[in-house]
């Protein structure tokens, strides 16, 4: 630990939430150094298989989490920071956190947890759906119907789709296979809006999530009209459980209670900011406050988001809010459901043993070592393209019912073949999007890249070949949590607006990797086949991977 020292600085701490654990950063606000860090991986991780009070099997598809692991990252790993960044806790003038999306939870009027009462602990539907929980798709296709057959305003706002990921589909979800507890809830809230009401005592609504995954546009969610067409029950959803005060982007939600102030070892009284999500607060981090710089949040999957003078209607896009990100700008994300988890269930369980065996003795990660065996092959010489569907398509087609596939193997294809078809995969899926986008009138400019995943040099350099585009990359391994500490910046007025403290701030390495004119040439064709079956699986050419998914669900139940 580094020895207290006592200055003229002020220093705010940001805290992000991702899937499996909870980091907070101690921030220099005049720079934007980072003094100090610590992680907390969430004690309950995520229950996708079993429910963690009663070992009670659950459904495909359900990702569950527990609230209170939220509010042990704020007492373990944000005192942990602040003594790792060897400052004195009484400089911290702010705390923003930014979290998951959509990640909502049942909660009553005071903001307590349903799953946190005895009567519901053994209820799946009272904990905490995270972002990858797709067991809403059924509602979410009802939803996308109703919306087209009515010509619905708003969703084209939404690439013409709204997800089983976001907050009215897992509402109707609960509403109709536990309408006790729907009942019983007060509150349908964010994760993101939770924390914040834990550390401030107030509930504040952040306006990226209402906009991006509550259906919250020009003011208004979906009519009462249309929510009862989709059940008569659900009619009010909207006005019930959802509908609360906004807060804006770099706004204060409120100050630090004397309880939060207690767990953290910060002042109470400091400004909390309102809440974020962790794509779109790592925007200014990375310096990309400007239309056309897209920035892809890479980890266990992938957000891209970007600002934009022009409003246009983008296929398959997660969203268009204005004000989504920098305000005065219209904020465009849009995603991919799996990246890193790909790469990671492929280490898991399809690589044999002896690779891991080598890896280990040559002091490598499985990761590092597969990327080794495969960096100098020429392009296509593996003979392979992979759809990277594994956890189904955010973007373009935003169908949570896709599923991975490799095609062209033989047997002579070795494990580390497949391991860069995964790597080619998710980087046609990055291109899909970027050419979506272009068309539509939303062109993209520079491609940055933030999260875990650009610590890889070669998939970097896969990417910037196949999009064609120079790669930036943020310097800063905690860009949301950076991110969060800019806004909690903005929120204690340290600074005018976000865009101002995004710029003294934020870091960005500019056109780290290039594209090889020669691997880009030879990732066309490759391309090209990847297009191809792209649309024919995704896009009613051959339904086969739907009939699977509902063969695999039938069996199951």
């Not at 539907?125 to 009802?142: E, S, T």
């Not at 896969?462 to 910046?489: C, K, M, W």
């Not at 594209?515 to 896009?539: C, I, K, M, R, V």
Request: aromatic fraction near 8%; include cysteine; hydrophobic fraction near 45%.
């Amino acid at each position: 630990m580094a020895p207290i020292t006592r200055s003229v600085e002020q220093y705010v701490v940001g805290v992000d939430y991702g899937t499996l654990s909870g980091r907070a950063v101690v921030v220099r606000v005049s720079d934007g150094a980072e003094l100090g860090s610590a992680t907390l991986d969430y004690p309950h991780a995520v229950m996708d298989t079993v429910l963690a009070a009663t070992g009670a099997a659950l459904p495909p598809e359900w990702a569950l989490q527990v609230p209170s692991d939220y509010v042990d990252v704020l007492k373990s790993a944000v005192p942990a920071a602040v003594k790792n960044a060897g400052i004195d806790p009484t400089d911290v003038i702010g705390i923003a956190t930014d979290f998951t999306a959509s990640t909502p939870l049942p909660v009553l009027r005071d903001g307590t947890p349903l799953s946190e009462l005895p009567e519901f602990a053994d209820r799946p539907h009272a904990y905490v759906k995270l972002w990858k929980h797709h067991a809403a798709q059924g509602q979410a296709d009802r939803i996308n119907q109703l919306a087209t057959s009515r010509d619905e305003s708003w969703l084209p706002r939404y690439g013409g789709f709204i997800s089983s990921e976001w907050e009215f589909a897992k509402g109707l979800q609960l509403l109709e296979e536990d309408p006790e507890l729907y009942h019983r809830m007060d509150h349908w809230v964010e994760a993101a809006d939770w924390i914040v009401w834990q550390l401030s005592g107030t509930y504040v609504r952040n306006a990226c999530t209402a906009g991006y995954k509550g259906i919250l546009q020009d003011g208004a969610y979906p009519s009462t009209d249309f929510l009862g067409a989709l059940n008569p029950d659900f009619a009010s959803f909207a006005d019930d459980k959802v509908a609360h005060e906004i807060g804006q982007l770099g706004d204060a939600a409120g100050t630090l209670t004397a309880e939060a102030a207690a767990w953290t070892g910060l002042p109470e009284g400091i400004a909390v900011a309102v809440g974020n999500v962790d794509a779109h607060v790592t925007a200014p981090a990375a310096q990309a406050v400007e239309p056309g710089q897209m920035v892809a949040i890479m980890g266990t999957s992938t957000c891209h988001v970007m600002n934009s003078d022009v409003l246009a209607e983008v296929p398959g896009m997660c969203g268009v809010v204005d004000g989504g990100i920098i305000s005065g700008l219209y904020g465009y994300e849009a995603g991919q459901s799996g990246v890193g988890d790909i790469f990671a269930w492929y280490v898991k369980n399809q690589v044999p043993a002896r690779y891991h065996e080598v890896a280990e003795a040559a002091g490598l990660s499985i990761h590092e070592h597969l990327t080794e065996l495969v960096r100098d092959q020429p392009v296509g010489a593996h003979g392979l393209v992979a759809l990277d569907w594994h956890n189904g398509n955010r973007s373009v087609l935003v169908d949570t019912n896709l599923s991975g596939v490799v095609f062209g193997t033989t047997l002579t294809t070795r494990a580390e073949e497949i391991y860069r078809a995964l790597f080619e995969a998710t980087a046609f899926g990055a291109r899909r999007i970027v050419e979506t986008f272009n068309a539509s009138g939303v062109p993209v400019t520079e491609f940055i890249v933030a999260g875990g995943l650009l610590k890889n040099s070669f998939l970097m350099q896969v990417y910037s070949d196949i999009l064609r585009l120079p790669i930036s990359t943020i310097a800063s391994e905690q860009g949301p949590a950076l991110g969060s500490a800019i806004h909690a910046a903005v929120a204690a007025g340290a600074y005018e607006d976000v865009r101002a403290a995004g710029r003294a701030m934020g870091k960005l390495n500019r056109a780290v990797y290039v594209p090889n004119s020669a691997a880009a040439d030879a990732y066309d064709a490759l391309y090209a086949e990847y297009t191809l079956l792209h649309d024919y699986f995704g896009q009613g050419g051959n339904d086969v991977m739907h009939r699977l998914k509902t063969i695999k669900r039938e069996a199951r139940a």
